[in-house]
């Protein structure tokens, strides 16, 4: 069974960092690029930053660029999103999505960004 | 980026009556490989999102038939044949031909 599993989630103070950790199992995970999606509470859904199958391009939203960043060990079949400079609007349930076409997704994990 | 734009953003449906969705994009969402990559997603209440349909009209496995995709260009459509109890949720539409993916605002499909 295709599964991912989300982890790393919080509370942190406006201006500090988390990094989210996402677990694939099921699939030949170095033939997909992996991404994450946040959805804010109560909005809809925004993609954030993406991964190549061998981790060498990576894509961001340009309201993260600078200061997330996403990387993967394929020896692990592990993705991870380094959050940095963390703001309230960052507050969000994050979900990591396999492939280009997100046709798997994790239970998410929730951030929340506040003093 | 591709704006992708949906409407309803409300639809109140009677069990065993259909729904219809609407979803335009910006710009067009041939790929340079000559596929459309446009996706619905179901999103029921306090789950994650599970992918519906892809490229256009193909169902994923284990999803019923009575959910239905179409369209082409600017243009697509889910369809829902007789809604059921279980339906209710949010279905986004999104474009996965150019970057940044972008989603549809979201439609809230409920039971009268």
């Known amino acids: 069974e295709v599964q991912l599993l989300d982890s790393g989630g919080g509370l942190v103070q406006p201006g500090g960092s988390l990094r989210l950790s996402c677990a694939a199992s099921g699939f030949t995970f170095t033939s997909y690029g992996m991404s994450w999606v946040r959805q804010a509470p109560g909005k809809g859904l925004e993609w954030v930053s993406a991964?190549?199958?061998?981790?060498?391009?990576?894509y961001y939203a340009d309201s993260v660029k600078g200061r997330f960043a996403i990387s993967r060990d394929n020896s692990k079949n592990m993705v991870y999103l380094q959050m940095n400079s963390l703001r309230a609007e960052d507050t969000a349930v994050y979900y990591c999505?396999?492939?280009?076409?997100?046709?798997?997704w994790g239970q998410g994990t929730t951030v929340t960004v506040s003093s | 980026d591709v704006l992708m734009t949906q409407s309803p953003l409300s639809l109140p449906v009677t069990l065993g009556q259909p729904a219809s969705i609407s979803c335009r994009s910006s710009q067009g969402l041939v790929h340079s490989d000559g596929k459309t990559y446009l996706n619905w997603f179901q999103q029921r209440p306090g789950q994650s999102p599970r992918r519906l349909i892809y490229?256009?009209?193909d169902r994923e496995s284990g999803v019923p038939d009575r959910f239905s995709g179409s369209g082409s260009g600017t243009e697509f459509t889910l369809k829902i044949s007789r809604v059921e109890a279980e339906d209710v949720g949010v279905y986004y539409c999104?474009?996965?031909?150019?970057?940044?993916?972008?989603f549809g605002q979201g439609t809230k499909v409920e039971i009268k």
């Open positions: 991964v190549s199958s061998g981790g060498s391009n990576t």
């Open positions: 490229r256009v009209s």
């Open positions: 999505a396999k492939s280009a076409q997100f046709d798997v």
């Open positions: 999104m474009q996965g031909t150019h970057w940044p993916r972008t």
